[in-house]
C-alpha cells in the first residue's frame, strides 16, 4: 500500500508542478498565439463554449489534485501514516525574520512568499512586454496619445496580475483542505499566507482602479464608470466589487482588528459580494482561471455550515478560580484529533453569529469520549461565557454548536527532539496541556518509542492564575501515572512578590443534564472523511458541469443571455451542485453516525470522569505534579538563559503567548549562537 501512495504523491507533484509551470507560460506570447488557440480549437464544444477550455486548463487540474489528494490522505489515515519531519525540512522552518510587517518568517515562507513575487513580476513584465510592442499603432488608432494608451494597457495589466492573487487567495482559509494537507500545512499555520496573498491583491487592484479612473478621466470618457456590458466587461460590477474589497482589507488591518474584531468579523462577509461581482465583471469564462480555489472554499464553507447547525453535548464546565473555565463536550470515538488541534465554537446565548477558535486540551487517546477546551476570561465574548457559567443560577442545560476539530497533520514531530521546550505567557499554556497529555500517553502506553524530557516554561501576571497548572492532569477517572514523563515546569509569576494567602479558591464543576437533540462531538463526513470529501468534490464538479452543459446546449448563451446572466446561471448552478452533494454526503454520514452513538446520545448522567472531582488535590498525580513543579514570584523568565543551557543535540523549542514573548524567542533560536535549538511559534492573533 506504501508503494500506491508513493505513485499518487509522485503523479500529484508532478500536477502541481504542471499547473505552476501554466501560470508562468499564461504571458507569454507562445502560450497566446500558439497554445491556447490549439486547445480552445480541439476543446471546442456546443455544451461549454469558450469556457471549456478554461475549465480544463485551469480548473480541472486542481479539482483533480484535491480528489486524488483526498484517497492519498485516506490510504495515510486507514494504514498509518508516520513520516517523520527531516532535518532538511526542520531547518526551512526555523525563522529567518522575526520583527517587521510580515512578523515571524520562517526560511520555507519566505520561500513561497518569494516565489509567489517572482511569479507576479514575471507576469507584469510580460505582459506588458507583449503589450507595448505595438503600442505606437494602436495608439494611433484608437486616437490616443502614446502615454494614454499606455496607462489603459498598465491598468489591464494590473488586473490580470491581480487575478493572480485571487487565484490563490482562498486556499489557506479552506480549513478542511486536502490540499493544504497534503503540503503539510494546517489552516491555522497557513492564514498567514492568506494575509500576505490578500494585502499584495488590494494593492495591486487598488492601482488597476486608478490606472482606469485617471485614463477615462483623461480621454473624457467618464461615462464607463458606470457601463455594465452585455457581453464586454462589467466596470460598475468591477467597482462594486471593490468597494467590497476595501472594506474586508480596511477592517482586517491589525488596529482594527484587535480592537473592533466584531466588525472586523461582520465585515469580512462582504467575500460573498466581492466574487459574485468579479464574476460580472470579468464574466465567468475568465472567472474559471480563479475557480478552482473559491470551488474548494465553497465546499469546506458549505460542510462547515452544515455542520455548525447541529446542537452538541455539553455536559460539564470546570470554573477556574482565575476567570477561566473548561468546557467538557461529549465526543464520538472516532474523532481523532492531534495536539494543538483547534474547534471554533458558538454559543448562541451570547452571540449568534460569532465563531471563536479556542485550542483543544484534551487527547484523544487518553479522553476518548471527551472533547476539552480552555477560555480564559479576557474579551467581551468569553466574559459573557465566564458569567454565564459561574453564575449561582441553576442551568438544566446550555446550547453552544462547533466546527471542527482542524488541526495538524501528526504529532510525530514532537518525537524527534531530545527535549521539548515549552515557553507559554498567560493563557498560551492551552496548546501544551495536549502537547503534554499527547506525551503522558505515549510515555505511559509502553513500548520502544523514545520520549523527549518535557520543560514547561510559563508565565503569569498573578498567583491565581496558576490554577490554570491542574489543567495539565487528565481528569479523574483517568488511571495515568504523570511520573512516567520527564516533566519539569517552571512557573513564574511576575506581579507578586509572593504567594497570595488570601487565594484558596478551587476548581468548581457545573454538570449539565444534556438535552435530547444534542449530540456528541462528531466527524462532518465520518470515519471515512476523505473519501466522502472527494467524492463532494468530484461529483459536484461533474453535476455543475452536466448543468451548464444543458445551458450551453440549449440556448445559445451570448445570443440568447447577456454575459452577466450567463455568470449568474453559472454561479446559481455551482451552488446547487455543491449543495445538493454535500448535503446528500452528511444527511448519509448523520444518519451511520446516529446508529453508531445512540448509547452515547441516550446519557442521563454526565460521564464518570467528573464523579468524585475534589479527590484530585489527594491523588498521586496531583502530588507528582506539585513536586515537577516550581514557582517563582516577582520576576521574568531569562529566555536566553534558559536556552542556552540545554545542550541536547535536538531541542524542539514552542513559544506560544504575547507577541513580544515569541519574537525574543524566534530572535535567540535564529541568532546562530545554538544549533540545537528548532523552533515554532504558536499564534492566537494574526
Not at 177 to 194: D, M, P, Q
Not at 237 to 263: D, H, N, Y
Not at 379 to 403: A, N, T
Request: hydrophobic share 45%.
Amino acid at each position: 500500500m506504501e508503494m500506491v501512495r508513493s505513485a499518487i504523491k509522485l503523479f500529484l507533484l508532478l500536477l502541481s508542478l504542471g499547473y505552476m509551470m501554466l501560470w508562468f507560460m499564461m504571458p507569454t506570447k507562445l502560450y497566446f498565439e500558439h497554445w491556447l488557440p490549439k486547445i480552445r480549437a480541439k476543446t471546442k464544444s456546443i455544451y461549454f463554449g469558450q469556457q471549456g477550455s478554461t475549465m480544463l486548463i485551469c480548473t480541472f487540474p486542481i479539482l483533480f489534485i484535491a480528489t486524488l489528494g483526498c484517497i492519498y490522505l485516506h490510504l495515510g489515515k486507514k494504514h498509518g501514516d508516520h513520516n517523520v519531519e527531516g532535518v532538511q525540512t526542520s531547518k526551512l522552518k526555523q525563522p529567518v525574520m522575526v520583527k517587521g510587517p510580515l512578523g515571524i518568517v520562517s526560511w520555507m515562507e519566505l520561500s513561497f512568499l518569494t516565489m509567489f513575487v517572482v511569479l507576479l513580476a514575471w507576469s507584469t513584465t510580460s505582459y506588458l512586454n507583449g503589450m507595448f510592442t505595438h503600442i505606437d499603432q494602436m495608439a494611433s488608432r484608437s486616437g490616443l496619445l502614446v502615454w494614454e494608451a499606455k496607462l489603459e494597457m498598465s491598468g489591464l495589466t494590473l488586473g490580470l496580475v491581480g487575478n493572480i492573487c485571487l487565484a490563490f487567495l482562498f486556499f489557506p482559509v479552506t480549513r478542511g483542505s486536502s490540499v493544504l494537507r497534503l503540503f503539510g500545512l494546517s489552516s491555522e499555520a497557513s492564514i498567514k499566507y492568506h494575509i500576505w496573498v490578500r494585502h499584495i491583491a488590494m494593492t495591486i487592484f487598488t492601482a488597476h482602479g486608478l490606472c482606469y479612473f485617471v485614463f477615462w478621466a483623461k480621454t473624457e470618457q467618464l461615462s464607463q464608470v458606470l457601463k455594465w456590458g452585455k457581453i464586454e466587461v462589467s466596470n460598475m460590477a468591477g467597482e462594486i466589487g471593490f468597494v467590497c474589497g476595501l472594506g474586508m482589507w480596511a477592517t482586517s488591518l491589525p488596529q482594527i482588528r484587535r480592537k473592533m474584531f466584531e466588525l472586523f468579523y461582520y465585515t469580512h462577509h462582504l467575500y460573498i459580494l466581492f466574487i459574485v461581482f468579479f464574476v460580472f465583471h470579468v464574466g465567468f469564462s475568465y472567472a474559471c482561471i480563479v475557480l478552482p480555489g473559491f470551488y474548494l472554499f465553497l465546499i469546506d464553507r458549505c460542510l462547515r455550515f452544515l455542520q455548525s447547525q447541529q446542537r452538541v453535548s455539553l455536559v460539564a464546565a470546570r470554573i477556574l478560580p482565575c476567570q477561566t473555565v473548561e468546557l467538557n463536550f461529549c465526543k464520538s470515538p472516532e474523532v481523532n484529533h492531534s495536539p494543538t488541534s483547534i474547534i471554533f465554537v458558538n454559543v448562541p446565548a451570547i452571540s449568534k453569529l460569532q465563531w471563536h477558535p479556542f485550542t483543544i486540551t484534551s487527547n484523544s487517546n487518553m479522553d476518548t469520549d471527551k472533547l476539552s477546551i480552555v477560555v480564559k476570561s479576557e474579551g467581551r465574548w468569553s466574559s459573557d461565557l465566564y458569567q454565564k457559567l459561574s453564575s449561582p443560577l441553576p442551568m438544566d442545560g446550555f446550547q453552544v454548536s462547533i466546527e471542527g476539530p482542524y488541526g495538524p497533520p501528526a504529532s510525530t514531530h514532537l518525537l524527534r527532539h531530545d527535549t521539548l521546550v515549552l515557553l507559554s505567557g498567560g493563557s498560551g499554556i492551552t496548546p501544551f496541556i495536549s502537547i503534554i497529555r499527547e506525551l503522558l500517553f505515549k510515555a505511559s502506553s509502553g513500548g520502544s518509542t523514545r520520549i523527549p524530557h518535557v520543560l514547561l516554561i510559563c508565565a503569569f501576571k498573578k498567583s491565581i492564575d496558576l490554577a490554570m497548572l491542574e489543567l495539565i492532569l487528565p481528569v479523574s477517572g483517568t488511571t495515568v501515572d504523570i511520573s512516567c514523563l520527564q516533566l519539569q515546569i517552571e512557573a513564574y509569576v511576575t506581579r507578586e512578590k509572593g504567594a497570595d494567602e488570601n487565594n484558596h479558591k478551587t476548581l468548581q464543576t457545573v454538570c449539565f443534564k444534556p438535552n435530547a437533540i444534542d449530540a456528541p462531538v462528531s466527524a462532518i463526513l465520518g470515519p471515512n472523511s476523505w473519501l466522502c470529501l472527494g467524492l463532494i468534490i468530484s461529483s459536484s464538479f461533474l453535476m455543475f458541469l452536466l448543468l451548464i452543459a444543458i445551458l450551453s446546449r440549449y440556448h445559445n448563451s451570448n445570443m440568447v443571455y447577456a454575459s452577466s446572466a450567463t455568470a449568474g446561471f453559472n454561479m446559481l448552478f455551482m451552488c446547487i451542485a455543491i449543495a445538493m452533494t454535500a448535503n446528500a454526503t452528511f444527511l448519509w454520514n448523520k444518519k451511520q453516525n446516529r446508529k453508531r452513538l445512540r448509547q452515547i446520545r441516550n446519557m442521563d448522567t454526565p460521564p464518570v470522569w467528573f464523579n468524585n472531582g475534589d479527590r484530585e488535590l489527594e491523588s498521586l498525580p496531583y502530588q507528582s505534579l506539585l513536586q515537577a513543579t516550581n514557582v517563582h514570584y516577582g520576576e521574568r523568565p531569562d529566555l536566553k538563559k534558559i536556552l542556552f543551557e540545554r545542550k541536547e543535540s535536538s531541542v524542539g523549542v514552542i513559544a506560544s503567548g504575547p507577541r513580544e514573548m515569541r519574537q525574543e524567542v524566534a530572535a535567540i533560536c535564529s541568532s546562530g549562537l545554538a544549533d540545537n535549538l528548532q523552533f515554532k511559534s504558536i499564534s492566537f492573533t494574526w
